[in-house]
């Protein structure tokens, strides 16, 4: 076995331990049937999620924990809980909705 196959397998299996990018969990929690990065569906649109949290230091844990019990807020409609989703992958999904901005 050569270097080159070495690094390769190695560069595989550190892909396989990583955790799944978010919004490959956006997709497979199903949050884009509600949801849309920058377009309000049923669910408010993320960009907005991120201005109304923006400076708030417990973004992070509030949401995470909203995603994982649900939400009813003044809306018309309110979101399901997902007991399914781990804390972990909850937080990931969170960092990455309050990372985005206005177009
Ligand atoms: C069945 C539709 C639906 C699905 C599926 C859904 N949501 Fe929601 N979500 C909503 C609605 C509606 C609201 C607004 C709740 C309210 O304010 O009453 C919301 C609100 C939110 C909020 C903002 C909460 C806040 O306090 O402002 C976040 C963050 C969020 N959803 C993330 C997610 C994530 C992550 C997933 C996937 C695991 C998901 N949603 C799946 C409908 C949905």
């Known amino acids: 076995m050569n270097l ?3 690094a390769l397998i190695a560069s ?3 892909g396989v331990a990583q955790a799944e ?3 490959v ?3 497979k929690y ?3 049937l509600c949801h849309a990065d ?3 569906k049923t669910g408010p649109a993320y960009v907005d999620v991120a201005a ?3 400076g708030n230091s417990r973004a992070v844990a509030i949401l995470a924990a909203t995603v994982r019990k649900g939400a009813r807020g003044s809306g018309p409609w309110h979101m ?3 007991p399914e989703v781990s804390d972990a992958d909850a937080k990931t999904m969170v960092r990455y909705i309050l990372s985005l901005q206005k177009k």
Request: glycine fraction near 0%; aromatic fraction near 8%; proline fraction near 17%.
């Open 4 to 6: 080159v196959s070495l």
């Open 12 to 14: 595989v299996a550190a």
């Open 21 to 23: 990018p978010p919004r």
């Open 25 to 27: 969990l956006l997709e």
């Open 30 to 32: 199903r949050c884009y």
């Open 38 to 40: 920058h377009e309000v």
């Open 52 to 54: 109304r949290y923006r």
């Open 80 to 82: 399901p809980p997902h």
